[in-house]
């Protein structure tokens, strides 16, 4: 599953990457499995659980960026996920959780376009 989320991803990136080339739109490297010494060094460099998986650092008519959580098919949000969308809302940023290409063209454009 974590394979297919991965490749939706990618596949989300090239296609925002050609239509937007001056957007700033990046990933947050806070998944994968690590040894013990690089999470915890990762850890102290600032690596939070929960953060979303893709960032929009450009602000629109009603928030200051928009925020990205990856999932597919039933992958649900975790507790920490789940935390930091509540964060998002109320400092004033959009977020989203995207699970096929079509939601995250649609969510992109809606929000550049808003």
Known sequence: ????????????????????????????????????????????EGVMAGVADLIL????????????????GGGRQSDHQKQFEKYCHRYGYQYAVCRTFDEFRDTVECYINE
């Open 1 to 44: 599953m974590r394979q297919l989320e991965s490749k939706l991803q990618q596949s989300c990136v090239k296609w925002f990457r050609l239509q937007y080339p001056k957007l700033v739109l990046f990933a947050v490297p806070n998944g994968g499995s690590r040894n013990v010494l690089e999470a915890a060094k990762m850890k102290r």
């Open 57 to 72: 650092l450009k602000q629109n008519a009603n928030y200051g960026a928009l925020c990205i959580e990856m999932k597919y």
